[in-house]
């Protein structure tokens, strides 16, 4: 079976065949896979009113366990966005009434933000979606073929979420 990425590499090998251009064989493959999962995530999430953004706010919230509730620095942390644009999202998501924001009772200047019943559902509808779209992308791997590949695309990605900053 050829690939659009077979068809890229094979006309780059005739062009230059000075270059080793083997790496575009996984990598442009996992460009193409990403774009073709952004587009599941975006159907899934507009089936329940949510942006990507939103998604991952309410459910690192949700991954909290009850009751569902993180520090804005542990969400930072947790979503990889500056302090400015968590606020920002917060207050988007508050006046959404998705989550809520409440008195850090072991930091009297701090706060904690919880998801709300409506935050919850949400998080939960937008998941379930979002896997159903994830096993159609996945439907011709068998599950031994699903183990091989998380366990190596986990060899490529451990060191980039290992890394300090």
Same mark, same amino acid.
């Given at each position: ?22 790496? #575009?064989?996984?990598?442009? @493959?996992? &460009? ?9 995530? /975006? ?26 509730? #993180? ?17 920002? *999202? ?15 009772? &072991?930091? *009297? /200047? ?35 073929? @699903? ?19």
């Amino acid at each position: 079976m050829e690939d659009e990425v077979d068809r890229l590499v094979a006309a780059w090998r005739r062009e230059r065949p000075d270059l080793d251009v083997g790496p #575009l064989e996984v990598l442009s @493959r996992v &460009s193409r896979l990403a774009r073709h999962l952004d587009r599941a995530r /975006r159907v899934a999430f507009a089936e329940v009113e949510l942006e990507p953004w939103e998604f991952d706010v309410l459910t690192a919230l949700r991954r909290a366990g009850a009751p569902y509730q #993180l520090s804005p620095g542990q969400l930072l942390t947790q979503t990889l966005v500056t302090s400015g644009t968590m606020t920002n *999202r917060i207050d988007r998501l508050a006046k959404r009434d998705l989550v809520e924001r409440l008195p850090d009772p &072991s930091d *009297r /200047r701090g706060v904690l933000v919880r998801l709300t019943g409506a935050g919850r559902e949400r998080a939960d509808a937008s998941l379930a979606g979002l896997l159903a779209q994830e096993r159609a992308i996945l439907a011709e791997l068998s599950p031994r073929q @699903r183990e091989d590949l998380a366990d190596l695309l986990r060899s490529l990605t451990a060191p980039f979420d290992n890394v300090p900053g």
